[in-house]
């Protein structure tokens, strides 16, 4: 395990590199678009390799906000205990809050436990839970990443980058990039309004299909959900975990 300080207070409070900022800032020279087409690439070689071994993975995303004593904190480590239980590596940021509470509850059982990174303009601290790290600098080697070595994905309560991360998940699902993987919303609660808009908006509007929402469960047991990824995994991957 890293022996490195989650303290949340130290999430966002270093200066990085702005490479990835100025790569962004529309075209540049060919010479500067071709290293770059190359950094990525060699990134994602550097996540092929650490990862290729790690086995079944599951990955919670959620706020790096929440602290040891909150409820979606407690929640998610035991979320990241059933998952590890189960024979699943519990994947996440590799952060802080429900990120640290996930990989810290497969730690409490003896679990493989993995933190994908990324560079922001403020550094991002590992938490004090992970068998591996690694630190990625563009979002979307580091979200193909989180993608690829998963059977199942949890979304926990978070905001902006919880949303992104879920919504790339579901769009791949629904235009046939990934298979019909479960997608599970903890917390009914906090998901609810966003259950609304699904069903009530987007569906009855027909921006949707049914389908695209049958592999979705809200729940907030952390039994029922990892329960479910075992089964799915089971039936449609014939991955062997669990008893």
């Given at each position: ?15 990085r ?52 004593e ?28 429900i990120?640290?509470a ?49 059977y ?50 987007l ?7 049914q ?27 014939q ?5």
């Amino acid at each position: 395990m890293k022996n490195i300080s989650s303290d949340s207070n130290k999430w966002g409070t270093c200066s990085r590199t702005n490479h990835d900022k100025v790569f962004l800032e529309g075209p540049h020279s060919r010479t500067f678009e071709f290293i770059h087409a190359f950094q990525v690439f060699f990134e994602m070689i550097k996540g092929f390799r650490k990862l290729h071994f790690v086995g079944p993975c599951v990955t919670v995303f959620g706020s790096a906000r929440f602290h040891e004593e909150h409820p979606y904190y407690k929640l998610a480590r035991e979320l990241g205990s059933e998952l590890a239980h189960n024979g699943f590596v519990v994947m996440t940021g590799g952060g802080p809050g429900i990120m640290e509470a996930a990989n810290r509850g497969a730690k409490d059982v003896n679990g493989k436990s993995i933190g994908c990174n990324i560079t922001l303009p403020k550094e991002q601290l590992p938490n004090n839970f992970l068998d591996i790290w690694i630190e990625f600098k563009y979002f979307m080697v580091r979200k193909f990443m989180l993608a690829k070595y998963s059977y199942g994905f949890i979304a926990m309560p978070g905001g902006f980058g919880t949303l992104d991360e879920l919504f790339e998940i579901l769009t791949l699902i629904q235009t046939g990039k990934m298979k019909n993987f479960p997608v599970i919303l903890m917390g009914k609660e906090y998901w609810l309004p966003l259950k609304n808009l699904l069903e009530t908006r987007l569906l009855e509007s027909k921006s949707i299909d049914q389908e695209d929402i049958e592999t979705l469960l809200f729940t907030d047991s952390a039994a029922e959900a990892a329960n479910f990824i075992l089964y799915m995994a089971k039936k449609q991957f014939q991955v062997k975990v669990g008893h």
